[in-house]
């Protein structure tokens, strides 16, 4: 099942924690993408399927870590020192090679909303 499906999306203070969690079978890079109201989505991170190369964007680097397990068919974000400008729809995606841009992307997640009060 290469359908990536997310979770762990909520509400949370400003300088706070939330891990987001993917299940999807993919075996290339994954990639975590966010899209806040009346904006474009843009990159956050992106993984390799082996776990050992990843990239972020700026505005996650530093306070975000993208993660896998295999054995278990599961990435992860762990998002810390959430800010209010973190607020948007975060979205899962997989089947490309190792890209930043969405178009790359041929499976998207139905997205989890992230809500961060200041």
């Known amino acids: 099942q290469v359908q990536p499906v997310e979770s762990g999306g909520g509400l949370v203070q400003a300088g706070g924690s939330l891990k987001l969690s993917c299940a999807t079978a993919?075996?290339?890079?994954m990639g975590w993408f966010r899209q806040a109201p009346g904006k474009e989505r843009e990159f956050v991170a992106v993984?390799?399927?082996?776990?050992?190369?990843?990239s972020y964007a700026p505005s996650a680097t530093g306070r975000f870590t993208v993660s896998r397990d295999n054995a278990e068919n599961t990435m992860y974000l762990q998002m810390n020192s959430l800010k209010p400008e973190d607020t948007a729809v975060y979205y899962c995606?997989?089947?490309?090679?190792?890209?930043?841009?969405?178009?790359?992307?041929?499976?998207w997640g139905q997205g989890t909303q992230v809500t961060v009060s200041s």
């Open positions: 993984i390799w399927w082996s776990g050992g190369s990843t």
């Open positions: 993919s075996t290339y890079a």
């Open positions: 995606a997989a089947g490309a090679g190792w890209s930043t841009m969405p178009s790359a992307y041929a499976y």
